[in-house]
């Protein structure tokens, strides 16, 4: 209850001070100074606050259609970057879940039968990595939050399969969570499944009759499967199966095979209810996603740059290369992490200079999202290095992949020089052996099998980590690549 | 500049900071100078640097003294400074969760992102990896950093993912970030060895402890190589080109001393890459070998034979040295003071350095080493042909054609029995042995020094089997001392 008076206290201050400036109505720098001065203290306060107040300034505005109200331009793109980072890095939830909608609708009604009527449930959401999952459950969870009935009764209790290794560590989690460290104290439990029930106990009313309802979501629920007998799981399963204390088990995998990773009794007590959000996106869905991602809020204190900046957008996301650049990600992944991460690359381009976004900034993004980190890592290497890659390809060719090591590398690069009888690359074994490691330590050249120990370094056996595309490119990119060793790499004859 | 902390682990003759660096030129040059000059040391950003500051930086929300001084600082970094910085944003805003950067080593990835945190006064904290040899001390360094001794304190013995995560989260309830926290994590490559759950968890860091913080891991290795089975939540990756060879002429010619012209040095520094660019492009190791070679160099014009101009004999003069010290000093097989030492004996003795000469072996295991050798190398059907007075009627060519294509000498040794070695022995050994206790501990000892390597597991007490563990090279200097000619003896130089 604490945090709600909060957050509304934190509402309610704009309201005093707007409505307190009012009666100046032709100052329109101090109107904007108001905005200004709350919107600086935005970051420190958390994004549920933040949300609320901009609703709460939506309201305002467009009550007052607050169009006149102009900020300078540094203002306008200091706002921009504060909202859009906030949806691309810090993962702000949007108002609805777009797309899940029938997803969202089962879950609020799941829990809610948890929440209110005391019901057991256990469901799994499965799908690919940045597909919604956490954005769904914590877009519901905030729907439920919503529910009076639902706040005051629902415990949550929320285990991360990255975090909590072990079952002890889980435990100790819930009962932090829970808020029943006192009650526990020093007392030993026989068992695990002793100990929970003595948590799950210790949530009774009074009356001992009926207990207050828990949700436990387990993030990267693959990673608990892995824990020793899955105690973790059976209990949670079997307190939700058996009636013992209401509870709700939402588990949040990417893996599709995870019913495969539990235990036979595990499996049984589970409900075998599962969401799956596998992405039906259509391209023309994923254009107005990409249009919807840019724009700005209505709430925006800026009404005339909210419109041109909207503007520019769709006109943006209408732009014939920029549709051909979506396209190929949209090919690639249509999920949301990896569109934030283009246009995170898009919107550090924005500046008080270039208040817009351009398709060359897309442009460019999408090449710097996409470009080949091997490729890129062979433009570094010296003019020796890239000798002994090309040889290592040509090994590969003539023997088909089989692996190879330092002796045959050097002897191919010696018939090239032999071939070319020049002087200008002749370096000794030690030299090119420096080179070869430093190969290795690039991790481009593995060793083909791992007891090795006793072998020489010349004769360990490597394998090549680089296919042929990548080293023609990165020739084609390398900085005054001699002709001649362009020729050999073309053919292991020239 | 440009060092960063990322090779303390290697060879003591590799990396020096800076003015280490200068001191080694300052106290070359002092024995020769008279009389010795106060050593400057030119603060990065004067003199001639000024000519080649392409752009300056320019963000919002940051002090422009203090952009204009770090814009001074990364030379020949402008447009991933730039780039890094519009990422990051103004301090207060969002940053992406975590980046990825990459590049060669020497290619300012830490200088840039330490002079960012440092001069712009962020919140962060560098860890490197090789640090770091258990988590604890990863935690700990981070809490103490951001919240003071106190939260680090609050760390139980042996921490979890989960108790770090707990106390951050407790910690920024009560202090939350005013500006972007920063997490900088030196030779990331290493994380993947630590506990599988760490690096997705630093990934997703801002998430899991709601607070604005971002995590930047530096390293050499290309994301590809980093992903887990089940996939994580994808870093930006940003990467760091190498220089080109103007830029290293630039920035190896701002060490220089100032007792001596520019043009002087950078002609200087011109020979040097002309002679190690093609095989090394780490600007730490070219810049450490810049000063051990530079008093070399200015001999000829201190003792008054060459002017400063006179480039052509100048290059004369130091080319060979500089040759002599890519076999010696760049490959660590003597040390920087090792070096210098021989600057001034000029004793020119260098054939002697190499671990060749060094093994001084007794009589027999010098033979019994060349058997080895030749049963290491040769194939077993050859030996009666090498060491039989009458071998029959095996026609040189015919003999020859068989398996001519792979030679042993690129496949590597094969391992013998010990029979074998013995019966080698006694062809090639000049006096009649008895096969003695000596002869057979000589061979265990050969073992020891790893001259040899025993195949076979130690259990097979009846036939072990071996394998030569030597080069050509050291082979040949042995069978010279005892008059033997090996060459004649190979199957591979028929």
Not at chain 1, 51 to 68: E, L, W
Not at chain 2, 232 to 245: A, R
Request: charged share 25%; glycine share 4%; hydrophobic share 40%.
């Amino acid at each position: 209850m604490g945090v709600l008076t909060c957050a509304a206290a934190i509402t309610y201050k704009p309201l005093q001070r707007v409505f307190f400036r009012q009666p100046i109505r032709g100052d329109l720098q101090s109107k904007a100074e108001v905005v200004i001065s709350d919107s600086a203290e935005l970051p420190r306060k958390s994004r549920h606050f933040h949300h609320n107040t901009f609703r709460f300034f939506h309201t305002i505005m467009s009550k007052r259609k607050a169009k006149d109200a102009h900020l300078p331009i540094g203002e306008c793109i200091n706002q921009v970057h504060q909202i859009l980072r906030k949806r691309f890095c810090h993962q702000q939830l949007p108002d609805k879940p777009e797309g899940l909608e029938a997803q969202h609708k089962h879950l609020v009604e799941l829990l809610k039968r948890t929440a209110v009527h005391g019901e057991s449930n256990s469901v799994l959401i499965v799908g690919p990595r940045g597909a919604g999952k956490t954005m769904l459950l914590r877009s519901v969870l905030r729907d439920l939050s919503e529910e009076t009935e639902v706040q005051k009764n629902l415990l949550q209790v929320h285990l991360n399969g990255l975090l909590q290794t072990d079952d002890r560590i889980a435990l100790k989690e819930i009962t932090r969570q829970l808020h029943l460290e006192n009650v526990v104290g020093d007392r030993v439990f026989g068992s695990f499944a002793e100990n929970l029930g003595f948590l799950l106990d210790a949530l009774k009313k009074g009356d001992r009759s009926s207990s207050r309802p828990v949700l436990f979501v387990l993030d990267e629920f693959d990673l608990f499967a892995h824990h020793k007998n899955q105690t973790l799981l059976y209990n949670l399963f079997d307190v939700s199966q058996s009636a013992q204390a209401p509870l709700a088990v939402v588990g949040l995998t990417c893996r599709l095979d995870v019913l495969e990773l539990l235990e036979k009794r595990v499996k049984s007590r589970f409900s075998h209810r599962q969401i799956h959000l596998l992405s039906t996106l259509t391209f023309s869905h994923y254009l107005d996603r990409v249009r919807a991602q840019l724009s700005l809020p209505d709430g925006f204190p800026d009404g005339k740059f909210v419109e041109e900046w909207n503007a520019a957008v769709t006109t943006l996301c209408e732009d014939k290369s920029v549709v051909e650049v979506l396209q190929r990600h949209y090919n690639s992944s249509k999920d949301f992490r990896s569109l934030h991460m283009l246009l995170m690359l898009c919107l550090s381009r924005v500046s008080v200079a270039k208040p817009a976004i351009t398709p060359a900034d897309l442009l460019d993004a999408s090449r710097l999202c996409v470009a080949d980190a091997k490729a890129n890592m062979l433009h570094g290497l010296s003019i020796l290095e890239l000798c002994l890659i090309i040889a290592m390809k040509h090994l590969n060719d003539v023997y088909e992949g089989e692996p190879f090591n330092l002796q045959m590398v050097h002897n191919e690069f010696k018939k090239f020089l032999q071939r070319k009888s020049s002087s200008l690359y002749n370096f000794e074994q030690p030299v090119i052996m420096k080179a070869f490691e430093h190969l290795q330590q690039l991790e481009l050249i593995r060793p083909a099998d791992s007891s090795s120990a006793k072998t020489q370094r010349e004769y360990q056996l490597m394998r090549l980590m680089l296919d042929h595309g990548q080293i023609m490119e990165a020739l084609q990119k390398y900085p005054q690549c001699p002709t001649d060793i362009k020729q050999w790499a073309m053919s292991a004859f020239a | 500049m440009h060092q960063s902390a990322e090779n303390e682990t290697c060879a003591p003759a590799k990396s020096y900071p800076r003015k280490v660096v200068f001191s080694i030129c300052a106290h070359i040059q002092q024995r020769e100078m008279s009389p010795p000059e106060p050593v400057f040391v030119t603060p990065a950003g004067g003199g001639s640097e000024q000519s080649w500051m392409a752009g300056l930086l320019e963000h919002p929300g940051y002090d422009e003294e203090r952009l204009r001084r770090v814009s001074e600082q990364l030379s020949c970094r402008e447009v991933q400074a730039g780039l890094l910085l519009s990422l990051m944003g103004q301090p207060q805003q969002y940053c992406y969760p975590s980046l990825f950067i990459y590049g060669h080593r020497a290619s300012g990835k830490s200088h840039v992102v330490n002079v960012f945190m440092k001069d712009l006064e962020l919140p962060h904290v560098t860890v490197s990896c090789v640090e770091c040899v258990s988590v604890a001390l990863l935690f700990e360094k981070v809490l103490r950093s951001f919240f003071g001794c106190d939260a680090a304190s609050l760390l139980p013995r042996s921490p979890s993912l989960s108790d770090f995560v707990r106390i951050y989260r407790q910690q920024s309830s009560q202090s939350p970030a005013k500006q972007t926290r920063y997490i900088v994590m030196e030779k990331a490559e290493l994380l993947r060895d630590a506990d599988v759950n760490l690096l997705p968890a630093l990934l997703r860091l801002q998430e899991l402890v709601k607070d604005n913080v971002s995590v930047i891991l530096l390293s050499e290795i290309v994301w590809d190589k980093f992903r887990p089975n089940t996939g994580c939540f994808e870093p930006l990756l940003l990467h760091f080109p190498d220089y080109s060879k103007g830029e290293l002429q630039q920035i190896l010619s701002t060490d220089r001393h100032p007792s001596y012209s520019a043009e002087f040095y950078s002609s200087y520094i011109n020979i040097l890459l002309g002679v190690f660019y093609p095989v090394c492009r780490d600007l730490r190791e070219l810049r450490h070998l810049a000063a051990l070679n530079f008093s070399k160099f200015c001999e000829p014009v201190a003792a008054g034979k060459v002017k400063e101009m006179d480039t052509h004999k100048l290059w004369k003069n130091i080319e060979p040295h500089l040759k002599k010290a890519m076999q010696t000093v760049y490959l660590r097989e003597v040390s920087s003071l090792q070096w210098e030492q021989m600057e001034e004996h000029e004793s020119g003795a260098l054939r002697g350095l190499s671990a060749h000469t060094h093994v001084e072996l007794p009589y027999y295991s010098k033979f019994l080493l060349i058997a080895a050798y030749l049963a290491s190398y040769n194939p077993a059907r050859t030996d009666k042909r090498f060491f039989l007075k009458h071998h029959g009627k095996i026609r040189k060519t015919n003999f020859l054609k068989k398996n001519e294509k792979t030679s042993n000498h690129l496949l590597g040794p094969k391992p013998f029995p010990l029979d074998r070695l013995l019966a080698v022995f006694y062809s090639v050994v000049d006096s009649r042995v008895a096969p003695t206790a000596s002869i057979f501990s000589q061979i265990s000892s050969l073992v020891t020094l790893q001259l040899l390597t025993l195949v076979s597991h130690d259990d097979q007490l009846d036939t072990p089997k071996y394998k030569c563990a030597v080069s050509l090279d050291f082979i040949s200097a042995i069978s010279r001392t005892v008059n033997f000619d090996i060459v004649k003896y190979l199957y591979d130089f028929l």
